[in-house]
């Protein structure tokens, strides 16, 4: 068995130096049909290690559950690793932040309000451990003097900048060595004083987080950190992108020589995204410094290897950069086959608000509720909720509606006409209702819990109930809505012909349009347009891709290989706002916004 250790200068490897020139990829954004590709190619770069976030709230929906099958299969993602011959660094938080949703925190977890999350606070703990314990059930057989590809494993993530509470961490890295976790144990901080010695313990070994200016930045690291290797465990080779701003990227020469510094002077690194993958179905979270930004549904990340797979120039240039320090192998990545683009047409087959009120509807069940309830008084994580009430008020006076605060959109509708949009990002949270009588509808997203900073774990919904003319509304029949069942939904309705009632106004929103395309084979790297369209979500075949908005800057869709299939594939899109064009459209290539000058 090989042991893998930390020396006075250096990581050791059956004693040798060795330096760790890995690459972060999330099992849990890409298709696990995908998984052995990306993994061959991310070798073929150069790579000698995988780095992966675990995702709590991803395994773990609701308490006392710890799922592993399909795309949460970690182990099997980790023995991927391992046939590659490559290492593996697990980072399992139990915080991630990684722009996903809550980052990483389980929403059940965070409704108890005496819950202080990453805090030595018991009834956290006693989740955080109960977590800690079923992850590294599958790690720690996988560690690498077991014979397998584990080399570190990682106690929270940044925690300096959030908090100092020693206790928390001390208890992290208890549960993690009684868990039988025996390789060493890292921190990562950006390279602050205070953040190196609030998100640090002694005998972990600390770990920087940063995109240039390496002299700089491993110098205060080594002020903290006296002896041991110098490792880079998140270098910043892209940037994220939230809905509304620019696509992030960065030149591929200057970050290329940023790689260099870090390995010239003996530094490990680890590529902060090799390949970023995407936020399928509603993973993606948001950030919130004084205003609220979601982030969009591709996680491309400007990274080596792109949303589909493709190695893009950053990766040759990485390639170099690494040769010049380490083995490469000869083999390149096999040129990407073009995807075919074509489009096909789509048909409006019911309108939401129908298919919600349905008898027996699969969307969700209505329930009565006095008081406003937010999302998390249902206990409905994510997605959208349906909240309706009368008005027996005055039909010729107009009258304001209020809410403490709307997270994250709330569309308004009083008889079934549009009456206005309020959104979170413009602190939007009253608007003026052309009468005070009438069926108030009022249609709200969650756009993604916030991943970063002091507002995580707060409530979605609308907040604080609502008031008329600074009168409480009360009475409320409630739907938290079931997006798993929409396909569903729009299948039953096109095989009815309850489409025919769309007619004349089908492409207002909120309405479920159906459509069908035809592959003559299997595909790969399909783009899927969203142009024409509102904002809302699309699945093909049944799987939810995710959130598209025609804000953008993100306009395409990744349709992995495997969601598709030689013969007939089904499309569905829930649309919100206006389908302007009752059509989808297939690239076969990204458009993922234009860059800032």
């Known amino acids: 068995m090989s042991e893998f250790t930390i020396g006075e200068t250096d990581f050791l490897l059956d004693g040798r130096a060795h330096q760790v020139i890995s690459g972060a990829m999330h099992y849990f954004r890409v298709h696990p049909e995908q998984w052995a590709d990306r993994l061959h190619k991310a070798r073929l770069m150069g790579l000698n290690t995988i780095e992966t976030y675990v995702a709590w709230n991803a395994h773990s929906p609701r308490r006392g559950e710890f799922a592993t099958d399909g795309g949460l299969d970690l182990a099997r993602f980790l023995e991927l690793v391992a046939a590659e011959g490559m290492h593996a660094i697990v980072r399992p938080g139990p915080y991630i932040c990684a722009e996903w949703d809550n980052g990483g925190l389980p929403a059940w977890l965070l409704r108890d309000p005496e819950v202080r999350p990453r805090s030595s606070e018991p009834r956290y703990l006693e989740a955080v451990t109960e977590y800690l314990q079923q992850v590294y059930a599958i790690v720690a ?41 025996t390789v060493p144990l890292t921190t990562i901080d950006q390279p602050t004083p205070e953040m190196l010695s609030d998100g640090s313990l002694p005998g972990l070994h600390l770990t920087a987080s940063f995109g240039s200016r390496t002299a700089e930045r ?12 110098l490792m880079c465990a998140e270098f910043w080779n892209g940037w994220f992108d939230s809905w509304g701003t620019h696509h992030h990227t960065n030149t591929v020469e200057q970050t290329a020589a940023d790689l260099d510094a870090i390995l010239s002077v003996g530094g490990s690194v680890n590529f902060y995204m090799f390949h970023g993958g995407t936020n399928f179905g509603l993973t993606s979270g948001a950030n919130d410094k004084g205003m609220y930004q979601p982030i ?23 390639r170099d950069v690494i040769a010049k320090y380490a083995p ?3 083999e390149v990545p096999d040129a990407a086959a073009e995807a075919p683009a074509f489009e096909a047409p789509l048909r409006p087959v019911v309108a939401l608000f129908d298919a919600v009120a349905a008898a027996g509807s699969p969307l969700g069940t209505t329930s009565a509720h006095g008081d406003l309830p937010t999302f998390d008084d249902l206990e409905h994580d994510r997605g959208l909720a349906l909240f309706t009430t009368t008005l027996t008020g005055d039909a010729a006076g107009s009258g304001i509606l209020g809410f403490e605060e709307v997270r994250d959109r709330a569309w308004v509708f009083l008889d079934g006409s549009p009456v206005g949009v309020l959104a979170r990002d413009s602190h939007e949270n009253a608007i003026r209702l052309p009468r005070t009588e009438g069926e108030l509808s009022i249609l709200v997203e969650d756009q993604g819990r916030v991943n970063y900073g002091q ?12 008031r008329l003319d600074g009168a409480p509304v009360l009475d409320w029949a409630v739907t938290p809505i079931d997006l798993d069942a929409v396909p569903e939904v729009a299948a039953v309705a096109a095989a ?26 299997d595909v790969d790297g399909l783009f899927l347009d969203t142009a024409g369209w509102g904002k809302g979500f699309v699945w093909v075949n049944g799987f939810l891709l995710g959130r598209y908005w025609r804000r953008g800057p993100q306009r395409t869709l990744f349709v992995p290989g495997p969601a598709v299939h030689a013969g007939v594939n089904e499309i569905v899109v829930l649309e919100l706002e206006v389908l302007a064009e009752a059509r989808a459209v297939f690239l076969a290539g990204p458009e993922l916004g234009h860059t800032e000058v």
């Open 141 to 181: 057989p996988l560690q690498i003097d077991r014979g397998g590809p584990v080399v570190l494993v990682q106690i929270e993530n940044e925690y300096g900048a959030y908090g100092s509470d020693k206790d928390y961490l001390a208890h992290l890295v208890q549960v993690t060595r009684d868990a039988g976790i």
């Open 218 to 229: 491993f110098a205060t690291l080594r002020e903290h950190q006296p002896t041991g290797p």
């Open 296 to 318: 969009v549904t591709s996680y491309d990340y400007d990274a080596p290897l792109d949303e589909a797979g493709h190695p893009t120039d950053k990766y040759f240039a990485f």
């Open 328 to 330: 490469v192998p000869a």
């Open 455 to 466: 507002r995580i774990g707060e409530a979605k919904g609308l907040i604080g109930g609502a």
């Open 496 to 521: 009815s012909g309850a489409a025919a009632s769309l007619a004349a106004s089908g492409t207002a929103g909120p309405v479920i349009a159906r459509g069908e395309f035809t592959l003559d084979a």
